[in-house]
């Protein structure tokens, strides 16, 4: 067996461009809420444990927003991929969030892309699911 021409790098190269998708997405998602009416207060908060791609506000209301995107269905498309664990991960960054905006009311939202088809799913799930 030859490895000719293998790069070790070859694996940062998919991850920045995984990344670089991220991030588009991340933008096409933020520019449709606006258009909607929303207004955006932060993108990609960290903490341990957690990240939160988006964050609006609709009205009086704190929106967290996970997007997914996928270029093919084949696994289940886009809304298939937020897990348990990823919906927990959501919820323990929000809840440092909300440790700084105490008695802020919020939901969770996903925009999830199939291809070309973007779908916003306002209230997608709860802290307590």
């Not at 293998?6 to 998919?14: F, M, Q, T």
């Not at 933008?27 to 207004?39: D, E, Q």
């Not at 991960?89 to 009311?105: E, F, G, M, S, V």
Request: glycine share 8%; proline share 1%.
């Amino acid at each position: 067996m030859s490895f000719t021409g293998l790069r070790l790098s070859a694996g940062a190269k998919a991850d920045d461009t995984t990344t670089a998708r991220g991030r588009e997405a991340e933008g096409r998602a933020a520019a449709y809420l606006a258009s909607c009416g929303l207004r955006e207060i932060s993108r990609n908060f960290r903490v341990r444990g957690g990240e939160i791609d988006l964050i609006f506000r609709d009205g009086k209301v704190l929106v967290f927003v996970e997007v997914r995107q996928r270029s093919r269905s084949d696994f289940g498309g886009a809304a298939a991929s937020i897990t348990a664990r990823k919906r927990q991960r959501l919820i323990l960054a929000a809840q440092h969030y909300l440790l700084k905006h105490p008695d802020t009311d919020c939901r969770f939202d996903c925009v999830l892309m199939d291809g070309d088809r973007l779908e916003w799913l306002r209230n997608a799930f709860s802290a307590d699911d």
